[in-house]
């Protein structure tokens, strides 16, 4: 099921602040223009060498101009005294790590070098992700480092024959470059740019709905690594994960957490599809609430909240104005009030209802845990600390033949979505800022 709340997100219920960002579904939302407008793509050469591009998201307002990446959880420029790379770490008591880039993709070559983490019950993502669940997906199961698994989905519907395994050599001693080529028709996947899979918007159409059933909708990229095999999981998404996770095996023992690790993420903006709706150049929208590539619209709203108290509907609130009117009685009212509703996911607000996607049945893991830190840094150096915290994701997928010929090994999860990026979120992220 999705949550139906005023204004919905993938964090659950939205109230105001951060739930009105990246991740709100407008579809299913009070009214469409409850969520933020979302910042337009931005091509560059993003290189993860430092913190300075990260902004927690319990301070990130929706301005991409002052970062590049919104972060929960705890990553880690690596390493310390010369950092070329910035870790994604999962301690025991936490839900691991995700980035996900302030500006949206609307079509575009993105690239992501890194390399993954390892293990039974530890995945690592690569995905594009759109606020109506779009996706696009390269993940990583730890149990199996020399496959990189791809898969697609159209508004968070579940369809188990989208998956597709692709081959790769040792995805966590060796850096690869992972690359997702996206037209308005094709879709194609490569490593170390050599195409392995191409998805042709034709082959996905829906006659029973009269559709397409393809990514079509502008999509935040998200890096993250995520415990898929807590034991509180379903029991489908932790076979999918490779079986239950460990807090003794090795990695966590010698520096105190799991690690995946990346260098950087380059994005080449496309141009917008023919024919679509042009009134500005700073932010997407939507139009109507069927969330199809012919809805969206280019524009200039702004994107930045005055305040976690402010919202789509209100994005001024909070704001200079209206804190000078109100000073000498904050105390008395406004403060108050401010801690009576949700403002910035995990901190406050509603779980929901275990992270399903429309339809699917999927089953979430509560993300439970002790709140534990990360550790020394990898290989006994200590990475700088950061203050970011709360968040993960996931996903399972079956095995499919594409276009290209390659052919999956990934199990079927029957009845159960084993989540990807925007699923396990939902109670990941809420479990893991409140232990915080």
Known sequence: MLFTYVKSSKYGQCGVGAY??????????????????????????FKLNSLDSIQANTKYLGDASKATWVAS????????????????????????????????????????????????????AFILLSDVKDEIDFEFVGTDLNAAQSNYYF????????????????????????????????????????????????T????????????????????????????????????????????DAPDVKNVGYYYARVQE?????????????????????FDNDTGYNNTVEITNEDTILSSFDASGLDPKKGGEASASSSTGTASATGSAKTSEVPQVPGISGQTGAGGERGGSGASGGDGTGDGGDGGSG??????????FHGWSQGDNSNSNSDSSGNSGAASTVKGERALQGSLLAVLVAIAGVIVL
């Open 204 to 247: 996905t159409w829906n006659s029973t709905a009269n559709r397409f059933d393809y990514p079509q909708t502008p999509a935040r990229i998200q890096l993250s690594l995520w415990p898929a095999g807590l034991p509180t999981n379903g029991q489908g998404t932790i076979d999918w994960a490779g079986g239950e996770i460990s807090w």
């Open 155 to 202: 508004q968070g519907i579940p369809n188990y024959t989208h998956s597709s395994n692709l081959s790769v050599s040792d995805t966590f001693d060796t850096y690869h470059t992972y690359e997702v080529d996206w037209t308005p028709d094709k879709l194609t996947w490569k490593i170390d740019d050599k195409p392995l899979r191409t998805l042709e918007r034709s």
């Open 20 to 45: 009105c960002l990246g991740g709100c579904d407008p579809l299913f939302s009070n009214t469409l223009d409850s969520c933020m407008p979302a910042p337009v793509c931005k091509s560059g050469d």
């Open 378 to 387: 990898t290989g006994g150096s200590n990475p700088q600390a950061s203050s």
């Open 73 to 124: 959880g705890d990553p880690k420029a690596y390493p310390k005294d010369n950092p070329d790379s910035v870790l994604l770490t999962m301690a025991k008591g936490t839900v691991g790590t995700l980035l996900a880039s302030t500006n949206y993709v609307w079509y575009g070559n993105i690239k992501a070098t890194m390399k993954t983490s390892r293990e039974q019950g530890v995945v690592t």
């Open 265 to 285: 993420v380059t994005v080449d903006c496309y141009d917008p599809p023919a024919g679509a709706q042009k009134k500005g150049s700073k932010s997407y929208i």
